[in-house]
T-cell receptor, first 111, second 111 residues
Framework: QKEVEQNSGPLSVPEGAIASLNCTYS??????FFWYRQYSGKSPELIMS????GDKEDGRFTAQLNKASQYVSLLIRDSQPSDSATYLC???????????FGTGTRLKVLA | DADVTQTPRNRITKTGKRIMLECSQT?????MYWYRQDPGLGLRLIYY???????NKGEISDGYSVSRQAQAKFSLSLESAIPNQTALYFC??????????FGPGTRLTVL
């Protein structure tokens, strides 16, 4: 069973701090990695995609991928109360189109 | 206008009724997906379609059927709804196996 693991949280950080969200995956052949943000009752919204080892930055968000250790992380700098949401990690299984989603980490940014 | 739309947005029905959820997209994507989301269980794939003539079962297809009427339309049917099909349902699209974009969701309650 190919899995994607995330700590369910909640992860609480003060406003202005860095939030660090982590995700591990079991399929070594995974090739594409995605972070989605989901507000309660709403649909997942793409935050970042990353395909190769290293860091990828987009505004306040940085995705980090380490295929050898099979983890992907998302850093949110200068966290804002509006960042409070559930963050879903998704990984595509080797040789397929299919996403495998983690169950998400709930982030709370405290004003 | 939204790129991926779902109708209805909310539906309450009774056990044994037939229900159809519809998804339309204007993104020009070839691939379409149906997921359900339950608290604590994350997103689970019900069916997916690579094109009009290619439909495949996901991990939880029992009790569901689909129809890909056109490249832009993908419908999910519950032939005889049961209470444990109460969930949030999302349609998603992608171009080949790349990033998936989600519709706004349908909240279905089966009494």
């Amino acid at each position: 069973q190919k899995e994607v693991e995330q700590n369910s949280g909640p992860l609480s950080v003060p406003e202005g701090a860095i939030a660090s969200l982590n995700c591990t995956y079991s399929d070594r052949g995974s090739q594409s990695f995605f972070w989605y943000r989901q507000y309660s009752g709403k649909s997942p919204e793409l935050i970042m995609s990353i395909y190769s080892n290293g860091d990828k930055e987009d505004g306040r968000f940085t995705a980090q991928l380490n295929k050898a250790s099979q983890y992907v992380s998302l850093l949110i700098r200068d966290s804002q109360p509006s960042d409070s949401a559930t963050y879903l990690c998704a990984v595509t299984a080797e040789g397929t189109y299919k996403y495998i989603f983690g169950t998400g980490t709930r982030l709370k940014v405290l004003a | 206008d939204a790129d991926v739309t779902q109708t209805p947005r909310n539906r309450i029905t009774k056990t044994g009724k037939r229900i159809m959820l519809e998804c339309s997209q204007t993104k020009g994507h070839d691939r379409m997906y149906w997921y359900r989301q339950d608290p604590g269980l994350g997103l689970r794939l019900i069916y997916y379609s690579f094109d009009v003539k290619d439909i495949n079962k996901g991990e939880i297809s029992d009790g569901y059927s689909v129809s890909r009427q056109a490249q832009a339309k993908f419908s999910l049917s519950l032939e005889s709804a049961i209470p444990n099909q109460t969930a949030l349902y999302f349609c998603a699209t992608s171009y080949r196996g790349d990033t998936q974009y989600f519709g706004p969701g349908t909240r279905l309650t089966v009494l």
